[in-house]
């Protein structure tokens, strides 16, 4: 028998938790979109329990929520033959379906309390793989609140025991600025003070992109397409660039972020050529599809005809959907595993974001964004600041060189302000975060007959701005660089296709000399 959770000294486990979550799991398969991306087999310390959680996983990938006896017994009899593990514990279909019977009524009769078994489970799992790393984890099972403490609480607090020993170990040398300073200069010869490419040039141009242990702020008002901005730029770091890249999020779900990210995917202008297709595709259009053969009628599933079968037929009868499908497994089979994500919406406290961004690190992440920049809870403006303060840290003080992209909001008043007059006054809840990030960058949109549009290198003004399209002027507010905060950079827009592109510098037309081309 496993241990009960009281006697965690030697070998932290809760057999009872185990087997009850696996109850609850089949009898709601559902409970695997809910856990299956942060509870993992080895969370499991009983080894039949582990290859029973497995199974199930498995059964979800085949055949999704609906539990089926008939499609068990098929999932079973392959288990059966291919996995030695599997057919060692459970050799005997009556004793695989008794065990199964067993964990169904465990699961049916006891109420699941704010999770209260899933945590006893991570819990236990948490403690056993400290105490694999060599950690002593007596303070944290003596600690008074030990009983009530989560897994994410518990690697917390060994997190601030560690960085409190780092930050009164570590000692700071005073460093001769003089002695190397010509090698230094010679260094930017071979290898330029440059980060990562963006597809904006103004970004590039000014703040030298993206750079490593830079964190970058991105401030607009709300519903003006922030989360869809950081998507355009993450897609170009992962497709061009080949940087792997973690969205952190505590708005967005996964779901309308992955549906931003396909409306991007197939009409970005940067990756045409790479996936050499030739298709634009509003968001809309993705979510609500409506595909028609060449003589005009619209192709619609057939009685009894399945979704693979249909789908089939959709790519042979409509060349754009075969288009679309083309762009979907280019992006799949080239960046898998490199556009990462993870909702953060129940727990955004800075103890969270620093467990993130070092999970992050470990997995091979050198792009770390978070989206959107707020205090946790009822914070108060100094725990916004604090949030920012600490994620500035992190990304300044990563060995490897991360680099950091967030969004924040900007005030309600900001609405009624110039573009060219925003500053760190329009940030809202804490203007002190400009402080903090190595580049700022604000935007909203302008009324098109107000402006003009320099688009050559002489400062010439050379025309007017179509009325009919959406510009959104991005105003440099910080720059490590100090270059370009008095200019207006236009992006013209397109929300409905993801579409975001440099068009040139805008100017005020009772403020520029009009000389028109």
């Known amino acids: 028998m496993i241990n009960d959770e009281k006697d965690l000294s030697e070998t932290p486990s809760n057999t009872t938790a185990e087997l009850i979550l696996l109850g609850y799991i089949i009898n709601n398969m559902s409970l695997l979109e809910q856990y299956g991306s942060c509870l993992q087999k080895n969370d499991f310390h009983d080894k039949p329990n582990r290859i029973l959680y497995d199974f199930l996983c498995d059964y979800y990938r ?41 964990l169904k009524k465990l699961g049916s009769t006891n109420a699941l309390v704010d999770n209260i078994h899933y945590q006893s489970v991570k819990k236990a799992s948490c403690l056993r793989r400290l105490k694999e790393a060599g950690i002593d984890t007596k303070f944290i099972e003596k600690s008074e609140n030990f009983p009530n403490m989560t897994s994410d609480e518990i690697m917390r607090l060994v997190s601030d025991n560690v960085d409190n020993i780092s930050q009164n170990c570590m000692l700071h040398p005073t460093i001769d600025l003089v002695s190397k300073i010509k090698d230094t200069a010679c260094s930017f010869i071979v290898k330029p003070d440059f980060g990562f490419q963006t597809p904006f040039t103004f970004i590039n141009d000014y703040i030298h992109g993206l750079c490593k242990n830079d964190l970058t702020m991105i401030g607009a008002n709300t519903n003006c397409g922030k989360s869809r901005l950081l998507v355009y730029i993450l897609t170009y770091l992962v497709c061009v660039e080949k940087q792997p890249v973690l969205l952190l999020s505590n708005e967005l779900t996964e779901e309308q972020f992955q549906k931003i990210l396909i409306c991007t995917v197939v009409n970005m202008p940067q990756l045409s050529e790479l996936h050499d297709q030739k298709i634009r595709m509003t968001q809309s259009e993705i979510t609500q599809p409506h595909y028609y053969s060449k003589d005009g009628m619209p192709i619609e599933i057939l009685p009894n005809e399945g979704n693979k079968e249909y789908i089939n037929r ?17 992006f799949q089979d080239n960046y898998k595993n490199m556009f990462n994500f993870k909702n953060i919406s129940d727990d955004y406290s800075v103890e969270r974001l620093k467990m993130e961004i070092r999970a992050a690190k470990k997995h091979g992440c050198t792009v770390v964004v978070y989206d959107t920049l707020k205090g946790y809870g009822n914070a108060d403006w100094g725990e916004l600041q604090q949030t920012a303060t600490e994620l500035s840290e992190l990304i300044k003080s990563d060995p490897d060189g991360i680099t950091g992209l967030a969004t924040f909001q900007l005030t309600d008043d900001t609405l009624n302000k110039r573009p060219e007059d925003l500053n760190s006054t329009n940030i809202a809840n804490a203007k002190h975060i400009m402080h903090v990030t190595d580049n700022m960058l604000m935007f909203k949109t302008i009324n098109n007959s107000e402006f003009l549009l320099e688009v050559n290198s002489d400062n010439k003004v050379v025309g007017q701005i179509p ?51």
């Open 314 to 330: 959709l790519k042979a009868e409509n060349n754009e959907f075969a288009a679309y499908l083309k762009i979907l497994e280019w």
């Open 62 to 102: 085949n055949f999704g929520t609906e539990y089926s006896q008939d499609k068990v017994n098929i999932l079973y009899l392959k288990w059966k033959s291919d996995n030695k593990e599997f057919s060692k514990h459970f050799s005997q279909a009556k004793v695989f379906w008794k065990n199964l019977k067993t």
């Open 467 to 517: 009325a009919d399209v959406k510009i959104a002027a991005f105003k440099i507010v910080k720059n490590r660089n100090g270059a370009g905060k008095d200019a207006l950079f236009g992006v013209q827009t397109n929300l409905d296709y993801n579409v975001w592109n440099y068009i040139g510098i805008l100017h005020r037309k009772y403020e520029k000399e009009i000389k028109i081309s």
